[in-house]
T-cell receptor
Framework: KNQVEQSPQSLIILEGKNCTLQCNYTVSPFSNLRWYKQDTGRGPVSLTIMTFSENTKSNGRYTATLDADTKQSSLHITASQLSDSASYICVVADRGSTLGRLYFGRGTQLTVWP | EADIYQTPRYLVIGTGKKITLECSQT?????MYWYQQDPGMELHLIHYSYGVNSTEKGDLSSESTVSRIRTEHFPLTLESARPSHTSQYLCASSAPQRGGTDTQYFGPGTRLTVL
């Protein structure tokens, strides 16, 4: 069973609008949570990474939040641009192994229309 | 932009062929990874390495093999490709960051199609 669930599966918004993507996880013990952006045909690129003690982190127009108690995270995109069209992947790392195993969500496919 | 490279970017081959997917990074990272990703699905770890001469199998069973003779190079080999191997293969590397986390840097991927 996938321990990282993302919603919605896909989303279409108009350029300039804001949107929020959701991530729920059951990974335990928790180490950190990352959001990646993956353009079509490319590898994922890291947007933010948050540890247990952090509940918000920003990277330009991207703001991620983390509620470690409810095991939920969100990624808020402000003033969307056409270049924001991509898949956004939530990734949770556990601290139960030396590798720091990563659990990947299936991503939210965001399309920004002009 | 991460300095991690994969070749080829696209590969179409026939069943039974032997192929090697190349991955190299110039960041001096000790840890390297291979992931498999099908459209609309999550990434699955198939191989990883902690450093030179270290290789381990990941979560997803794979008929591929890897080697790590040099820090910067982590090739993946399929001895006999089959249509079930059709997928996107992503290579990544990482190094420890402040706070105990390590950010993975991904290559652009190789889209493999086996006919």
């Amino acid at each position: 069973k996938n321990q990282v669930e993302q919603s919605p599966q896909s989303l279409i918004i108009l350029e300039g609008k804001n949107c929020t993507l959701q991530c729920n996880y059951t990974v335990s013990p928790f180490s950190n949570l990352r959001w990646y952006k993956q353009d079509t045909g490319r590898g994922p690129v890291s947007l933010t990474i948050m540890t247990f003690s952090e509940n918000t982190k920003s990277n330009g127009r991207y703001t991620a939040t983390l509620d470690a108690d409810t095991k939920q995270s969100s990624l808020h995109i402000t003033a969307s641009q056409l270049s924001d069209s991509a898949s956004y992947i939530c990734v949770v790392a556990d601290r139960g192994s030396t590798l720091g195993r990563l659990y990947f969500g299936r991503g939210t496919q965001l399309t920004v229309w002009p | 932009e991460a300095d991690i490279y994969q070749t080829p970017r696209y590969l179409v081959i026939g069943t039974g062929k032997k192929i090697t997917l190349e991955c190299s990074q110039t960041m001096g990272h000790d840890k390297m990874y291979w992931y498999q990703q099908d459209p609309g699905m999550e990434l699955h770890l198939i191989h990883y390495s902690y450093g030179v001469n270290s290789t381990e199998k990941g979560d997803l069973s794979s008929e591929s093999t890897v080697s790590r003779i040099r820090t910067e190079h982590f090739p993946l080999t399929l001895e006999s490709a089959r249509p079930s191997h059709t997928s996107q293969y992503l290579c990544a590397s990482s190094a420890p960051q402040r706070g105990g986390t390590d950010t993975q840097y991904f290559g652009p991927g190789t889209r493999l199609t086996v006919l």
